[in-house]
C-alpha cells in the first residue's frame, strides 16, 4: 500500500507550500502521488504547477450536486447512504501532470462541523477509500484541525506532519491538532517548522517545542513568490527546499518503513 500522510496547522502557515515539496519529491522518484486539497479556498494546484488550462474544469467534490445525490440516492428520496460508491472519483474528477494528480474536497456548506448529510457523507467516504484502499503516495492537505478525519480512517494515516512558524501561536495550534489527532487515534505526529529565517528560528523551536518530534524545518525563500508568479512548481525553483524536504520525507519514512517502499 502507498504512505498515507495529512498535513495540518494554523492557517497560513504553509501547509499547501510543504504538500506541493512533498507530492514533487515523491514524484521525482517516480512514485505516483494523489494530493488532496481540502481546503474551502482550493490553492493547492498552482503550487503544484497545474495551469489554469489544467484547473479551469476541476471542481471540487463537494459541489458537485448531481454527483453526490446519485451516489448517496438522495435523489430518490430523502434518505441517503452512508457508505456510497466512490472508489472511481480520484479517477474520474482529479487533475493530472506528471505523476500528480489533484483532487479537491472543497466544503460542506450546511450544518455545523459535525454535520451528518449527504455530501459530508461522499466526502467522509471519499477520504476512506484514498486512505485505505488506493495504493499510491496520497498527501491530504487539510483545512482545520482533523475535520475530514474519523476513528475509522485515522489508523490509515501513516503521519499527520503539524506545520508551525516560530511563534507561540503557531505552536499553540500545532499542540491542538496533536491532541486532536491523538483523540482520533492517530500516534505519529510530527512537527514541521516553516519560515525560517536563520539559527534564531531553530532555537526558538528548540527552546518552546522540544517536545514535539521533529521532522525537519523548511526555510523563508524569495523562490516561493518567483514560483506563485511564474506558476512553475517551488520544488523545480529551490534546490535548497528540494533538500530539506527530501530530510523530512527521509524522517517520515523512519517511522513508516513499511507504507514506504518505491511502488
Known amino acids: 500500500m502507498g504512505l498515507k500522510i495529512a498535513i495540518s496547522g494554523k ?22 502521488v494523489l494530493a488532496i486539497d481540502a481546503d474551502p479556498s482550493p490553492c493547492l494546484g498552482p ?26 440516492g438522495t435523489s430518490t428520496g430523502g434518505v441517503f447512504k452512508m457508505n456510497p460508491k466512490v472508489a472511481d ?8 501532470r506528471d505523476n500528480i494528480k489533484l483532487l479537491l474536497l472543497g466544503a460542506v456548506q450546511q ?8 455530501a459530508s457523507a461522499l466526502l467522509k467516504q471519499l ?29 490509515a494515516v501513516d503521519v499527520m506532519l503539524a506545520v508551525a512558524e516560530p511563534t507561540h501561536r503557531s505552536l499553540g495550534t500545532v499542540r491542538q491538532v496533536q491532541v486532536l489527532a491523538n483523540d482520533i487515534g492517530i500516534t505519529q505526529v510530527l512537527l514541521v517548522g516553516n519560515k525560517l529565517n536563520g539559527p ?43 533538500q530539506e524536504v527530501a530530510r523530512i520525507a527521509a524522517a517520515i519514512e523512519a517511522i513508516a518503513p513499511a507504507s514506504s517502499t518505491t511502488e
Do not use: W
Open 11 to 32: 492557517g497560513g502557515v504553509g501547509k499547501t507550500t510543504l504538500t506541493s515539496l512533498l507530492a514533487a519529491h515523491y514524484a521525482a522518484q517516480n512514485r505516483r
Open 47 to 72: 503550487a503544484l504547477g497545474f495551469t489554469h488550462e489544467d484547473l479551469q474544469y476541476l471542481r471540487p467534490i463537494s459541489e458537485m450536486g448531481d454527483l453526490i445525490a446519485e451516489r448517496t
Open 89 to 96: 472519483i480520484p479517477d474520474r474528477f482529479a487533475a493530472q
Open 111 to 118: 450544518g455545523g462541523s459535525g454535520c451528518i448529510c449527504p
Open 127 to 155: 477520504v476512506r477509500h484514498t486512505l485505505l484502499e488506493r495504493d499510491e503516495v496520497v498527501l491530504l492537505d487539510l483545512y482545520a484541525g482533523v475535520e475530514h478525519l474519523g476513528r475509522a480512517t485515522a489508523d
Open 200 to 242: 534564531e528560528d531553530e532555537a526558538f523551536f528548540a527552546e518552546h517545542a522540544s517536545d514535539l518530534p521533529l521532522a525537519g524545518f523548511i526555510s523563508q525563500s524569495a523562490a516561493a513568490m518567483v514560483a506563485d508568479r511564474s506558476g512553475k512548481p517551488l520544488y523545480d525553483l529551490s534546490p535548497e527546499l528540494a
